[in-house]
């Protein structure tokens, strides 16, 4: 690994952990009551009055959830509607026609979840109104919706002996207006500046400098292909000297993607496409803006639960992991292909097969590490052509649920989750009736805990092996030989977790696919939020316990490594034998026994 | 538990209104009257004529010209209607043969060049549409490119050190130069 890359990654961490405080004290004072809010109570008022809300009316976790799911629905239906019927809506300059039932439906549902699985290639699929007054939409309700399930599980720890747990659509339009907004608009200016499009003109013509020579499959009069004599298909020269250059609202967009953990891009290959991402700037942004929310959240944490130790522990555990995934997947990619060793290149840039060279090996093998911790998935290079290890620590960094940062929200609760499972763990040990934050955890809590622990690897397992048994699911492979399995094994990790990158060889834009995939996709988003939700619940109805001598404290360095074993292990213990097939049989193929003997 | 019908709309209607509507119109102004030329697409005109944009790498194929990253976009290289990578797993053959045909490739237009081939002049970038090869990439096509001009190899070699990108660290991407912009200024030079 190169100085060059701890450096990078050094700065990083360093910029990133300025802002958590005061990015974690605004989101709480956005939230909470606060002289913030008071200040703005005359225009809420009025806001809340046109829409009909009453925000003093909270609501029980049950009202809550049903709340926030029947809301999400009418968010997925409206998105699913514009695809089909773009063809005869206007801001569609290419004429783009509707998009399939199956694929409209996939989109629809990843964009909702935040995880933006991108079957379609958005320039020859997505209108501008689709893409913006759809696609955009669901980058901001999304991530709304995991802040306000975070805020109501905050509510349950903080309060007590009460069954309200905070008012969905108060929490919605707050999230949405004060927080992503105004993150998002600065950061699409930063973006336009850097070079990313903004605009609505049609596709541009250019003449290219040289004429480019290529072969089409010859077609006969009702475009069928030809064969030869060896059933080969035929081939015909066609040459061209025009590029169309896409256009379109993309910078926009683009902020919200990587603001808002959703990993959607204007383009097929997202954030590696130059009027995305256009400059190593760009780049260090976005991967800022990644974990930028989540990891303020965890300090926003502390402060409403009334002591901030507890969020920096957690902050603590997220940083060691990330560090040790980023340091693996960077030397691993920098390292290089050894079966191209041999063939006279000089491989000193590392891996550059799918990257580009703005980011480097490094720059686009720590966006891979973040995309996939932060649970955004718009990537910056083919995750499909990383080393066995690379693509290892991408895959690894889904299964284990998304806890390393996470997505907005739902990544704190994910961490606070395995936070109870840990000291339910030592309470066990140590024969006391376990405590987290003042609240006994008992059965009722632990019951959702597993529920929402257990359905994502139940998605992922169950999924993989029914793809690789069916000829629907084993046509989709790209690559020969277990390359093909972990693609597979991607798909439905990055599904179920919400992520939204691909091993993108898999022909993911098919029936099969497209209806297993959004089936995972629902089932983990909603599997996991609402038993949270739940949690909320039960635990705003307990008495707040005073801390004694015997109470297991959960902010220090023994909690931190104790809340660190337990997601290893759940996750290991989950994953393991998928991933010996996978990414590790890959990996003792590339580099053999050999290899590893020399000194 | 009552349903309550006109909360769900309005707040719907209204976040639709705001994050699908005004925000991206909003970003849109700004972009017009701040940025026009990054917001329209860096576009490069010459004699009032669109000849590309310079973020939108182009193929190259003559020995004249610097050749840019291979490109895997379909169903011809470096289309900028639809971006894509070649997505070859590490272990696949057929990333083998495409890389050793390609070291063939530049080989055989330089045959007298025996260094190693720079890894980015062999692989194809992720979106298809890469607009820049490394600084070391760009040196080992510098005898062809003059051979093939009939230029002296200090005039090339000063046209990459010019056109040559910072790089913020050197680790958030290689020193660079921008193939298309590079070999306009080549033929204002010398027009071939």
Same mark, same amino acid.
């Given at each position: ?273 130059? !009027? ?14 990644? !974990? ?29 992991? !990330? ?100 000291? !339910? ?175 | ?192």
């Amino acid at each position: 690994m190169t100085s060059d890359a701890f450096v990078l990654l050094a700065f990083f961490l360093a910029v990133l952990l300025l802002t958590v405080k005061p990015l974690g004290v605004f989101i709480v004072t956005a939230m909470e009551p606060s002289r913030l809010l008071a200040a703005l109570e005359p225009m809420e008022s009025r806001l809340f009055g046109l829409l009909g809300l009453d925000p003093r009316k909270e609501m029980n976790w049950r009202e809550y959830a049903y709340a926030l799911v029947l809301f999400n629905s009418i968010a997925a239906l409206w998105v699913y509607l514009l695809q089909r019927w773009q063809g005869s809506l206007p801001l569609n300059p290419q004429g783009l026609s509707a998009v399939s039932p199956d694929s409209s439906l996939n989109t629809a549902i990843s964009f909702l979840t935040a995880a933006c699985w991108q079957a379609y290639a958005g320039e020859v699929t997505m209108s501008y109104l689709t893409q913006m007054m759809g696609l955009g939409v669901l980058n901001f309700i999304a991530p709304a919706t995991g802040l306000c399930v975070a805020f109501a599980l905050l509510r349950g720890f903080s309060r007590h002996e009460t069954s309200l747990i905070g008012n969905f659509w108060v929490d919605m339009v707050r999230s949405c207006l004060y927080v992503l907004l105004p993150l998002s608009l600065l950061l699409a200016v930063f973006l336009v500046q850097q070079g990313a499009i903004q605009n609505f003109h049609p596709y541009a013509e250019v003449q290219t400098l040289e004429t480019t020579r290529y072969e089409v499959p010859t077609v006969d009069a009702s475009g069928l292909a030809l064969k030869d004599a060896q059933g080969q298909p035929r081939m015909e020269p066609a040459s061209t000297r025009r590029q169309s250059l896409p256009m379109g609202p993309a910078a926009s967009m683009d902020a919200t993607k990587v603001m808002g953990n959703n990993g959607g891009g204007f383009f097929n290959v997202n954030a590696a496409h130059p !009027f995305e991402n256009p400059t190593p700037l760009s780049n260090l942004a976005g991967m800022l803006a990644m !974990f930028l929310i989540p990891a303020a959240l965890c300090y926003s944490f502390g402060s409403v639960v009334g002591d901030t130790r507890q969020g920096w522990a957690l902050l603590a555990t997220m940083v060691f992991m !990330f560090a040790g995934s980023a340091l693996v997947a960077v030397w691993a990619e920098q390292a290089g292909n050894p079966l191209l060793a041999g063939l006279g290149l000089d491989q000193t840039a590392g891996n550059l097969e799918g990257k580009e060279i703005r980011f480097g090996s490094a720059g686009s093998s720590l966006w891979g590490v973040i995309t996939t911790a932060s649970g955004t998935g718009g990537s910056n290079a083919m995750h499909d052509s990383f080393t066995p290890l690379g693509g290892f620590v991408c895959l690894w960094l889904m299964q284990v649920g998304e806890v390393v940062f996470g997505g907005i929200g739902v990544g704190l609760v994910g961490m606070l989750v395995f936070a109870i499972v840990a000291v !339910f763990i030592s309470g066990l040990m140590i024969g006391r009736t376990p405590e987290y934050l003042g609240k006994k955890i008992e059965s009722f809590e632990m019951k959702m805990v597993s529920i929402s622990i257990l359905v994502t690897p139940l998605l992922v397992l169950v999924g993989t092996a029914v793809s690789v048994l069916l000829p629907e699911g084993k046509m989709g492979m790209l690559n020969p030989g277990a390359h093909g399995f972990s693609e597979v094994l991607y798909a439905f990790s990055s599904a179920a977790n919400n992520n939204g990158s691909a091993f993108a060889g898999l022909s993911a834009n098919t029936p099969y696919y497209n209806t297993m995939l959004a089936v995972a996709l629902w089932f983990g988003r909603f599997f996991a939020i609402i038993p949270y939700l739940a949690i909320a619940g039960a635990l705003a109805k307990k008495h707040r316990l005073e801390t004694s001598e015997g109470t297991l404290p959960t902010h220090g360095v023994l909690f931190v490594m104790l809340l660190m074993a337990t997601v290893l292990i759940v996750g290991a213990l989950t994953y393991f034998p998928s991933l010996a097939l996978g990414p590790f049989a890959e990996h003792f193929a590339l580099w053999p026994q050999t290899q590893w003997s020399k000194p | 538990m009552n349903l309550n019908l006109r909360a769900l709309l309005s707040t719907f209607l209204f976040l639709v209104f705001t994050t699908g509507l005004a925000y991206p119109l909003l970003v849109t102004a700004i972009a017009q009257i701040f940025f026009p030329f990054q917001a329209n697409g860096s576009l490069i005109v010459n004699d009032g004529k669109a000849v590309g944009s310079r973020l939108i790498g182009q193929n190259f194929s003559s020995e004249g010209y610097f050749w840019g990253r291979p490109s895997a976009t379909a169903p011809y290289p470096y289309n900028a209607g639809l971006s894509g990578g070649s997505n070859l797993g590490p272990l696949n053959p057929a990333l083998v043969q495409s890389v050793n045909s390609r070291i063939h490739m530049l080989q055989a237009a330089d045959p007298g060049n025996r260094a190693p081939v720079p890894v980015d002049l062999a692989t194809s970038s992720a979106s298809g549409l890469d607009p820049h090869i490394s600084l070391s990439a760009a040196r080992y096509q510098l005898g062809r490119v003059a051979r093939a001009r009939g230029m002296p190899l200090e005039v090339v070699d000063g046209l990459i050190a010019a056109h040559q990108e910072p790089s913020l660290f050197s680790a958030t991407g290689e020193a660079r130069v921008n193939v298309l912009e590079l070999n306009l200024a080549l033929d204002d030079i010398k027009p071939r």
